[in-house]
């Protein structure tokens, strides 16, 4: 039984949400703190899944308080659960804070996000593992893109469509503006999936903010020892995210087709987590692999008893994004272990990742699961979509 704790100034709303949680009282075991102190005392008492908290509080605000547990601990899922929230407060809320809801919030949305938050905790075994992701703010960047980024945003006459071309050249920042534009931090919550796009809804005050005061991307800290592994991750994740849309495509539904690109683009990004956090470690693990000739995931499997595709599906379920993107990312080397039987963003991925990896070096992570495309009634299609991988790398090459 998940345990879930609220904080908020206002002893009415917490009243209604007993009153409106009350049903799922066989689901979660749930406490209520009207103040940061109040919190903060509780937590050292008792052990808590996730922390549900208002911004506007007196002494002690939302974003010092989560700031706060995400230091003391860093196992919990932390929520906002605010009003129109100044847009001073909602940039200060974007380092500490997994997902921001807006009030007035219904049960199902409030059950939805906290479940969906936490449904992927129990595939990454390793407790080191699961702090390691709850504690990523952003992701790393590779630092020259990251200064080219700070040099076009500190221009005069900057342009916004020049900062999307700049972040959708990037795992990292790709990553965190979609987060930050399908959420509700900045009151736009809505269907994107090009960083582009996200950059230019975002707008050059906001992305000049996060960049410059909130620091909300940062420069890879290990470079040096794996400069050509993270440019070879960014060139697989952009060519895959190509492919993966052109898959998609063909079942002429658009959002499909935008689902599948976003979930190619980030499908790798536990491998980012993984060597930012344990940069040695997982050096070894990637080492480890290509001596043995077997697809990395494996490896990671028999080293931290999940993988990278875990370790990132479990982020974006802390971000909150949408849940195509998510069973993507969480299933794209074993979509077997997935029960959905449709063609789907994630059949578009594991195939455009297989078919990836094939032309690059013709190793294991390049055989499609043949079982799981006959469960789906597709394997007739698979040639034909091979040549339109081909195509789509081979005009990703010449670009």
């Not at 399908?182 to 975002?202: M, T, W």
Request: aromatic share 6%.
């Amino acid at each position: 039984m998940k345990r879930i704790l609220f904080v908020d100034d206002d002893r009415c709303v917490l009243d209604g949400l007993r009153r409106m949680l009350r049903p799922l009282r066989h689901e979660w075991e749930l406490a209520f703190a009207t103040s940061g102190a109040e919190a903060l005392a509780l937590l050292e008492r008792e052990r808590f899944d996730v922390i549900v908290s208002d911004m506007r509080m007196p002494e002690m605000d939302g974003t010092e308080l989560l700031t706060e547990v995400m230091r003391r601990h860093p196992h919990m899922v932390r929520m906002a659960l605010s009003g129109h929230a100044q847009k001073e407060m909602a940039l200060r809320a974007v380092r500490a804070t997994h997902q921001y809801l807006a009030k007035p919030c219904d049960a199902e949305t409030l059950r939805n996000a906290i479940t969906r938050a936490c449904q992927l905790r129990d595939l990454l075994a390793d407790q080191r593992l699961r702090q390691l992701v709850s504690q990523v703010e952003s992701l790393p960047s590779l630092p020259k893109l990251y200064l080219e980024l700070v040099e076009e945003i500190e221009k005069p006459n900057a342009s916004v469509r020049r900062v999307g071309q700049l972040i959708a050249r990037d795992l990292g920042m790709t990553a965190k503006v979609l987060q930050l534009v399908n959420s509700a931090f900045f009151g736009l919550r809505r269907h994107v999936s090009d960083p582009a796009q996200a950059a230019s809804l975002l707008g050059l005050d906001t992305i000049k903010a996060l960049v410059l005061t909130v620091q909300v991307f940062a420069k890879y800290r290990h470079l040096s020892d794996a400069a050509a592994w993270l440019e070879r991750l960014w060139n697989h994740s952009a060519a895959v995210g190509a492919a993966a849309r052109r898959i998609a495509s063909t079942g002429r539904d658009p959002v499909l087709a935008d689902h599948a690109l976003l979930a190619g683009l980030v499908h790798d990004v536990g491998k980012l987590i993984l060597m930012d956090g344990l940069a040695q470690r997982y050096l070894r693990v990637v080492d480890q692999a290509c001596r043995a000739g077997l697809p990395l995931w494996q490896t990671e499997q028999e080293t931290f008893g999940c993988t990278h595709a875990e370790v990132g599906a479990y982020l974006f379920g802390l971000w909150g994004l949408p849940d195509p993107i998510v069973e993507a990312v969480a299933h794209h080397h074993q979509p077997q272990r997935c029960p959905d039987n449709r063609f789907s963003a994630l059949t578009a991925v594991h195939l455009a990742d297989c078919c990836e990896h094939q032309s690059q070096d013709g190793g294991p992570a390049g055989q499609p699961d043949v079982a799981y495309l006959n469960r789906l009634g597709l394997t007739d299609n698979l040639e034909a979509w091979r040549e339109i991988c081909a195509g789509t790398f081979e005009m990703e090459t010449s670009r």
